[in-house]
């Protein structure tokens, strides 16, 4: 039996999965049954603050807290001298993303920035695990959940991408200058200002919305399978939550790809005459070089 074949037959398994259970599912007339509430949230009034979704905030602070339990893990194994210098399955792993990133920001940057790698590492490592607690099976009953998927909240989807958008404005301003980063939105003519300007104000939206819709889609998802009759859901759910675990892993990098791309956008042009003149110089001492080196008669 191919793998074609395999895929082929899993696929099949699901949709007549879905479409059985939701057959089945409309014809017993419980309307009750039938109710999705998506996008609820349980809030609290905190004084000074207002009403707040104390669900995402906890749930952020959970996978914040992770993100910092691998690090100290990671760190702690670094340290370590074994005996035979055999790195732990978790150390490969992080050292798979870093380098991943970056070799991301050394092409788009010229080199692995301070500030823009440890940024990007930490948010892919943060929105992965904020996304995968979905997958985790912590629902009590049909309305409440010990913890909720923090990134289908647009709350903090918007809070991340103006964390992002704030660090790039303020790379491009230290790289350019107030003036030199101003400048950009000028070019290539002056007419273009309010495009330019348009496209940088849409681009924390973009971003927000774009990592929310897709999580979002994943809980409507699991809602949806949820109101099949519960030997026929396991089928769906499974294959459901397989690919939405690969899903979250591709949003964390799309995240984290795009933040590094927005830093060498607000970098771009700087330091090219600097290198043209660095180049020059070269170019000038060789050929000083070369005019010294005395010749054979």
């Known amino acids: 039996m191919t793998l074609s074949k395999v895929r082929n037959g899993a696929l099949v398994l699901a949709l007549v999965a879905f479409v059985v259970g939701v057959v089945m599912t409309t014809s ?21 603050v207002g009403t707040v979704h104390i669900d995402t905030i906890i749930a952020t602070l959970v996978a914040g807290s992770i993100v910092l339990l691998l690090g100290f893990l990671v760190r702690r194994h670094l340290t370590k001298d074994p005996e035979d210098h055999v790195p732990t399955k978790l150390q490969l792993i992080w050292e798979a993303v870093v380098g991943q990133v970056n070799t991301q920001v050394e092409d788009n940057l010229g080199k692995v920035h301070p500030y823009a790698a440890p940024l990007a590492i930490s948010l892919f490592f943060f929105i992965l695990f904020a996304n995968w607690l979905e997958l985790l099976p912590l629902k009590v009953n049909e309305h409440d959940h010990l913890l909720v998927v923090p990134t289908a909240d647009t709350n903090l ?15 491009g301003i230290r790289q350019k200058g107030l003036g030199g980063y101003l400048k950009h939105f000028f070019e290539p003519f002056p007419v273009m200002f309010p495009l330019n300007l348009l496209e940088e104000l849409i681009k924390p939206i973009t971003l927000a919305l774009r990592l929310f819709g897709n999580i979002f889609a994943g809980g409507i998802m699991l ?41 060498a956008m607000a970098g771009a042009g700087h330091g090219d005459e600097h290198d043209h003149d660095e180049a020059h110089e070269d170019e000038h001492d060789t050929d000083s070089h070369d005019e010294k080196v005395p010749q054979p008669a």
């Open 223 to 263: 809602a949806l399978i949820g109101m099949m009759p519960f030997y026929i859901a396991w089928a769906p759910n499974l294959l459901w939550k397989a690919f939405g675990g690969a899903i979250a892993v591709i949003q964390a990098f799309i995240f984290a790809l795009l933040t590094v791309l927005y830093f």
């Open 28 to 48: 017993e007339g419980d309307k009750e049954k039938a109710d999705i509430e998506i996008g609820h949230h349980a809030t609290r009034d905190l004084p000074l």
């Open 157 to 171: 989807t918007y809070a991340l991408a103006a964390v992002t958008i704030v660090s790039v404005w303020a790379y």
